[in-house]
Structures are given as structure tokens and as C-alpha cells.
């Protein structure tokens, strides 16, 4: 048995990534980020659909085509449709901020 909300580095120089489980049609990661964001100019821009939920923490996702980041707290989740390019704008400095992200195919 595992918990989600422990078992990763105490120091994370970069944002740090656990497959939990896949197979061919989806993939199942946890994402843990502290003060960390998108590179300039970077974005996402992913082949799969993405359900996102923040399991701790705050961070700010920008979607292409918006003025205005959403601002994520614990328990908020959305949907991030196959190539809606989208960037982290920052992420928690005082806690880890944890993501649990489910990449899928539309059938």
C-alpha cells in the first residue's frame, strides 16, 4: 500500500513525475511541483485528454485563449481537452503541491 501524499524526494530541483498505473488507452500519474512552473514561452500541447485534480497545494494553469489563470486549490479538478495548449504558471513554495492527473483517449 502506498499514500499519495508521501513518498516522493524532499527536494525536488525540478518537478517531479510517478506513473501509477497505464496501459494502452490511459495513463494514470502523480505530479508533485514546489514553486515550480512552465518555462517561458513553453506549453502543453498533449495528444490524450487530461482530468486534473490539485490533491494539495495551489497552482495557477493558464489555457491558451484565456486572459486569466485558473487558480487551483485542494480538491479542484477540470479537464484538459486533447491540444488545448495550456502552462503552469506557478505552483505552492511553501508545501509540495500535489497532482493527480489521468491522461485518456476519447472513444
Known sequence: MNNILTGFPASLPEEWTEVLAEN?????????????????????DQDQHEWV???????R????????PIVLQSGDHLVIPAHKR???ESTSIECP???????????
Open 24 to 44: 494502452s488507452q490511459t495513463r494514470i500519474e502523480r505530479i508533485v511541483s514546489q514553486g515550480h512552473a512552465s518555462p517561458p514561452g513553453f506549453w502543453y
Open 86 to 88: 495550456h502552462r503552469v
Open 61 to 68: 494553469l493558464l489555457l491558451e485563449g484565456e486572459d486569466q
Open 53 to 59: 485534480m490539485l490533491l494539495q497545494g495551489e497552482a
Open 97 to 107: 503541491t500535489i497532482w493527480l492527473a489521468v491522461f485518456y483517449n476519447q472513444n
